[in-house]
């Protein structure tokens, strides 16, 4: 569970580095990620569920997840593993093994988000529109993302629907042809949250294991 967790939260960890002189972006692409990154950083809070796919070539297995967050801090459920981000550190809590691990982020890392996959263009990315769709009703912008440098990803592949400006698939393939893929659904904004949402309670975990790192 914990490599599954490590993958899932890779797909976020596009990069944080300058942008190369290399890298390429048509206009369309750019007009679209920029309005949805807008409109996802004008709310207050987001929530959604999601269906995360692995597998060789093609998805062979998929769980399901939740994840919340108010742009600067998350909280992200997915196969008895929880992470929380406080806005300070990140907590790791697997109830199956009743470990709980505590660390900074790296400079490195972005949050899981849907503003990391939106904001990650900027970052190495070169960026092209590949046509639009209709998935179970709805239409949907198709963009293309390859690497301007060998980072182990092939493509990802983003679907928005950009009339409601909000990204609802994911599509990552690695170079060695593995795939992971993000299916956003029951998609929530602007919620009454607990201001104990994104907050650690360490008086809840007497019997766990808690390391700092």
């Known amino acids: 569970m914990k490599i599954y967790l490590k993958v899932i939260l890779s797909l976020s960890f596009l990069g944080n580095i300058s942008m190369f002189n290399s890298q390429s972006i048509d206009n369309k692409s750019k007009n679209i990620l920029d309005s949805v990154t807008k409109s996802y950083k004008s ?8 269906v995360y796919g692995t597998g060789k070539s093609k ?9 919340y967050s108010d742009n600067n801090r998350y909280k992200l459920k997915i196969m008895g593993i929880e992470q929380i981000f406080d806005g300070n550190k990140i907590y790791n809590i697997n109830d199956e093994d009743k470990e709980i691990t505590i660390s900074k982020p790296d400079g490195n890392q972005a949050q899981f988000s849907p503003l990391s996959y939106l904001d990650s263009y900027k970052n190495e990315y070169n960026v092209s ?6 998935i179970n009703g709805i239409p949907v912008d198709i963009l293309k993302m ?3 440098k060998n980072n182990g990803i092939k493509t990802v592949m983003l679907y928005i629907n950009s009339p409601q400006k909000k990204l609802i698939k994911l599509e990552q393939i690695s170079t060695n042809n593995d795939i992971a893929v993000i299916t956003i ?28 790192i």
């Open 43 to 50: 709310k207050k809070n987001s929530y959604f569920k999601f």
């Open 59 to 67: 998805v062979s297995q998929s769980q399901t997840g939740i994840f």
């Open 129 to 134: 529109y590949s046509g639009s769709k209709t």
């Open 146 to 148: 390859t690497p301007v």
């Open 185 to 212: 659904s029951n998609y929530k904004e602007n919620q009454a949250l607990s201001p104990s949402v994104f907050n650690f309670d360490k008086s809840k975990y007497q019997n766990y294991i808690i390391t700092e």
